[in-house]
């Protein structure tokens, strides 16, 4: 399940706006042209369709894919190498996102607090000897012992 912010829908005007805002050029000519086009080369999802009059929609995270685009641009790379890596991250996002679910989340808090639990248990029963060196400690010098003969 995607996060809450994700799953917010930004109208065009929006998604150029915001975009702008956070330096990304979309060159000469209708920046709205310009999404039309990164959606015709895979790179940005089609646009939902919302409200009485069908305005075209994109999911918040657009922005920052915008963005990585106009990065990959700036540094000069080509068509090819900016899908390359947008595919490598949706393969890496999709391999990690049941990890970002809140219920995952919950479970691994759990988890890791029941395993804490149970070592500090072990460890007070002396099951385990968690803290405790293993080697005997440095004997004390006597005070009658004479360092020098």
Not at 20 to 46: A, E
Not at 49 to 71: A, F, S, T
Not at 95 to 123: E, M
Request: net charge positive; glycine share 8%.
């Amino acid at each position: 399940m995607k996060n809450e912010k994700s799953l917010r829908l930004l109208s065009v005007d929006q998604v150029i706006e915001l975009a702008q805002k956070q330096g990304v050029d979309f060159g000469k000519g209708k920046p709205y042209n310009r999404l039309r086009y990164y959606t015709k080369l895979g790179w940005l999802p089609n646009m939902q369709r919302k409200g009485k009059n069908g305005e075209g929609h994109y999911p918040h995270w657009v922005i920052n894919r915008l963005k990585l685009i106009q990065k990959l641009k700036d540094k000069g790379y080509s068509n090819e190498i900016i899908a390359e890596t947008i595919e490598k991250r949706e393969k890496i996002r999709s391999l990690f996102a049941p990890l970002l679910t809140s219920r995952f989340q919950r479970k691994l808090l759990l988890g890791g607090i029941s395993l804490l639990l149970g070592l500090i248990i072990l460890s007070e029963l002396d099951i385990i000897p968690i803290g405790k060196s293993k080697k005997e400690p440095l004997p004390l010098i006597q005070p009658e012992t004479s360092v020098f003969p």
